[in-house]
């Protein structure tokens, strides 16, 4: 995967990227630093920088595609404007399809064997990637890329088994590793954030079963003021 610095720089110094939680993700997780993805697509100058990574990567490996696909819903901030400035079509995807109307979980125009890159945007276990790329390939379309703007984790096995089990190259252009070591450099968060976050990023399935990381955290927690830009 290509690490983009433009990328990690424009998503660490979003306002209010990081929540203090804990927060229970959409698939089950435990997080106690969120990450909120989500607010990185309310500044078009931030939005066009992303785009713009995605573009040259695009270019770069010569992908063939014939249609921009969004996950539904955040990935239809990105892949919208993408497939705009592309000049290209683009449709979106839901996880599970939807009740009501036509009961679609595909939307847009599209035939079969049509090639679809799929853009989210962002990734943890994989689990909505799974279902998007399982009910595109449903409809006779052909999925051979997932791009996301960053991961939780680049390095972490057990966030990347997906991408074997659905066939796909995947790209995402840093993961919380680079955006906690960027926001520590430039003080945008704690030193003790810095390793909540890591052990969260490294082991997110058990890091609140650790004793003395838990402990730790509840400390964090019970912190009057946070000597950050962020105050995270």
């Known amino acids: 995967m290509i690490t983009s610095k433009k990328i990690i720089k424009v998503v660490s110094e979003t306002p209010n990227f990081f929540i203090v939680g804990p927060v229970v993700t959409t698939s089950g997780y435990k997080n106690p630093i969120y990450p909120e993805s989500r607010r990185t697509f ?19 490996k010569k992908i063939k595609y014939d249609i ?6 955040c990935g239809i901030m990105f892949s919208s404007p993408l497939a ?18 036509m009961c679609f979980a595909v939307e847009g125009s ?17 689990k909505h ?4 790329i399982k009910n595109l390939r449903q409809v006779g379309l052909i999925v051979d890329w997932v791009i996301v703007p960053f991961s939780r984790n680049n390095l972490l096995k057990a966030d990347l088994a ?13 993961d919380l590793h ?42 964090y927690l019970r912190m009057r003021s946070r000597l950050s830009k962020s105050g995270v």
């Open 42 to 60: 309310s500044y078009p100058d931030k939005l066009q920088d992303i785009l713009d990574e995605i573009k040259k990567f695009i270019r770069q």
């Open 68 to 73: 921009i696909c969004g996950g539904a819903t």
């Open 84 to 101: 705009m400035q592309l000049n290209k079509r683009q449709i979106y995807v839901r996880d599970k399809a939807k009740k009501g109307g």
């Open 110 to 126: 599209y035939k079969k064997g049509e090639r679809v890159i799929l853009v989210d945007d962002a990734t943890a276990s994989g």
């Open 129 to 132: 990637k799974i279902a998007f």
């Open 162 to 174: 997906w991408v074997k089990k659905a066939s796909v190259k995947y790209q995402s252009f840093c």
């Open 178 to 219: 680079d955006i906690r070591k960027y926001c520590l450099k430039h003080n945008i968060i704690t030193e003790q954030a810095y390793n909540i976050i890591g052990w969260y990023t490294d082991d997110p399935n058990k890091w609140h079963h650790n004793n003395k990381q838990w402990s730790h955290f509840k400390k």
